[in-house]
């Protein structure tokens, strides 16, 4: 960098610090004033008096202007603090506080302050307090509602201070730097509320499905005997000693690993009522790894386009759930076509043991995907496999409308085919022992959760 480029560079830095960044503006009373002294021009121009009002008026705005100013603090007697979450779910409200501290004002003197915090463009406010007063060497504290609609990283940088005080006819601007960052993570209410609910539905239906067939082969405990126990699991030595009957509940065995796979592809960018696909299908395969872990099982996860993006070995333990949210909650689509032949190989060269490999990808890549079909073959022979796509919605629209034109009824035929093939794949799949689920979006976290539990009680993990 030469000499006199970085003259210019300091000029150029100055101004726009200047006149961007730290300058004045006038106030709605300085207007009023101004306006005030325009009329009374008029006024004045019949009696020739227009220049005297003129230059008297602006002397004692200039006058006052000044003192005004002078009276206000410096811009660097001023310090923000703000506090937010380190973690946020996507869509949903949080609170940020900003403390705003004056270093140098006198006891006696008020300023009225307006503060505009910069949050990312994907931020909406919901509701805000930024404007208040402070007296003397105090601290202010203000504060806002806000909610972000899409995941990520997020880096709050500045925030824009304007205060006014004393006679207030000019405001004070300038930008204090105070930089946060927040991690915004996908909906993981479903995984708070499912997993309580989940674990409710497993002593209900535990109790009901236990008592009619063994389900596992893993002891779990010693119960009392009710009609409609299989006999076969009475333990005599128990009743013997208590008395009455008592039976043996087995459970299926722990320790098994689930493999989530997650299609990262252009697809999956489709959006379905505000949200794409590959959020939805975040959301559940989440939910799918915390009830697996709280069975005891152990979840790896993998996500792909046209290649491998994220890879998390099979850990165990409701902790492991953290590594799993962080490594994906920042996960965005590919403009890409998605290659399952890159995502099933890494999956036949880590994955040594028996799986579960649950897919969630677009129905659209297992109808005209050619490549798909003898990976998972391949993969049904030492593993178990579970497809699951999200439906989509406006193509059950247009298989119902009622075509009163030619170009409703070729929407509603190529719907109807499109549901066809759909329904025609699904069952090919099932004759060769791979279920396939194509879902709508509000069943697929439910769906997905349902399959692992019904595998998990058949002992075909």
């Known amino acids: ?22 300058f004045i503006l006038p106030t709605r009373r300085l207007i009023v004033l101004v306006l005030i002294g325009a ?20 002397a004692l705005l200039l006058v006052l202007s000044a003192i005004d100013l002078l009276l206000l603090p ?9 506090t937010l979450p380190e973690q946020a779910d996507v869509r949903s409200t949080f609170e940020v506080s900003l403390e705003l501290e004056s270093l140098g004002l006198e006891q006696s003197s008020v300023v009225h302050v307006e503060l505009m915090d910069h949050m990312p463009y994907t931020f909406q406010l919901e509701s805000s307090q930024l404007c208040g007063s402070i007296a003397g060497k105090s601290t202010a504290s203000l504060g806002y509602t806000v909610m972000a609609t899409e995941r990520g990283r997020y ?104 493999t989530i796979v997650l ?3 252009r697809q999956m960018a489709i959006e379905l009522e505000g949200q794409v696909k590959l959020d939805r299908t975040l959301a559940a395969a989440l939910t799918l790894a915390a009830v697996a872990l709280k069975q005891g099982d152990q ?34 689509t ?69 075509a009163e034109d030619s170009r409703q009824a070729y929407k509603m035929s190529m719907a109807h085919k499109f549901t066809t093939d759909r329904y025609a794949y699904v069952n090919e799949m099932a004759g060769r022992g791979i279920p396939v689920m194509d879902v709508p979006a509000d069943q697929l976290t439910l769906s997905a959760v349902n399959a692992y539990l019904d595998l998990k009680a058949n002992d075909r993990l």
């Open 155 to 258: 880096v709050f940088e500045n925030v824009v201070l304007r205060y006014f005080g004393g006679m207030g006819l000019w405001k004070k601007q300038v930008v204090l730097n105070s930089p946060n960052t927040i991690e915004i993570y996908p909906d993981l209410s479903q995984v708070r509320g499912v997993l309580n609910a989940v674990q409710d539905v497993l002593i209900l239906e535990g109790h009901r499905v236990f008592k009619k067939q063994r389900s596992g082969s893993e002891f779990h405990y010693i119960r009392d005997y009710v009609q409609g126990d299989d006999v076969r699991l009475i333990n005599w030595k128990a009743s013997a000693r208590t008395t009455k009957l008592m039976t043996n509940l087995f459970q299926p065995e722990k320790g098994k690993i689930v």
């Open 74 to 82: 410096k811009r660097s007697s001023w310090k923000i603090r703000r």
């Open 39 to 58: 009329a009374g021009m008029l006024i004045a121009s019949p009696f020739d008096a227009v220049l005297p009002v003129f230059w008297s008026f602006n």
């Open 334 to 402: 590919d403009f890409v076509e998605s290659s399952t032949q890159i995502a099933f190989t890494h999956i036949l060269r880590f994955l040594k043991k028996r799986s579960l490999v649950v897919l969630f990808s677009d129905m659209e890549s297992y109808l005209y995907n050619q490549e798909m079909l003898p990976y998972v073959l391949r993969l049904r022979r030492s593993h178990q496999a579970l497809l699951l796509s999200i439906q989509d919605p406006l193509i059950h629209q247009w298989a119902r409308v009622r």
């Open 263 to 265: 299609d990262c592809g």
């Open 1 to 22: 960098m030469t000499k006199s480029f970085k003259k210019r560079s300091a000029l150029f830095r100055f101004l726009d610090k200047t006149f961007f960044h730290d």
């Open 299 to 332: 979840v790896a996860l993998i996500a792909y386009s046209n290649k491998v993006k994220v890879y998390v070995p099979a850990g165990k333990g409701l902790p492991h759930l953290q590594a799993l949210t962080k490594a994906v909650y920042d996960l965005n």
